[in-house]
């Protein structure tokens, strides 16, 4: 089991930055890519960025390029997943979800998910 903890979300004007973290404990000894998705108000669950096991791979939705940016630390004792959000809209709020799994995909095929964190951006 893998448990999922996702922090740094907040309250930003449009055009500022944030940067959300996913702490990994339990059985982080399994090579997981790692992904954010986030949920809109009255919107579906949508893919945000994902980063394989290495950190050697990446990929975006086309919403968040050249504005987002993941990241991971898997130093020992360490398995966290960073997204670095800059140049934030009104549209990019929403809950921010964590995941991890075995599968390096953009679809919410992954084995494990955090809480979520509040990302609200004001116009």
């Known amino acids: 089991q893998v448990q999922l903890v996702e922090s740094g979300g907040g309250l930003v004007q449009a055009g500022g930055s944030l940067r959300l973290s996913c702490a990994a404990s339990g059985r982080t000894d399994n090579r997981y890519a790692m992904a954010w998705f986030r949920q809109g108000p009255g919107k579906e669950r949508e893919f945000v960025a994902t980063i394989d096991w290495s950190g050697s791979s990446t990929d975006y939705a086309d919403s968040v390029k050249g504005r987002f940016t993941i990241s991971r630390d898997n130093t020992k004792n360490t398995n966290t997943v960073y997204l670095q959000m800059n140049s934030l809209k009104p549209e990019d709020t929403a809950v921010y979800y964590c995941?991890?799994?075995?599968?390096?995909?953009?679809?919410?095929?992954?084995?494990?998910w955090g809480q979520g964190t509040q990302v609200t951006v004001s116009s």
């Open positions: 995941a991890a799994g075995r599968l390096y995909t953009t679809r919410p095929l992954y084995t494990y």
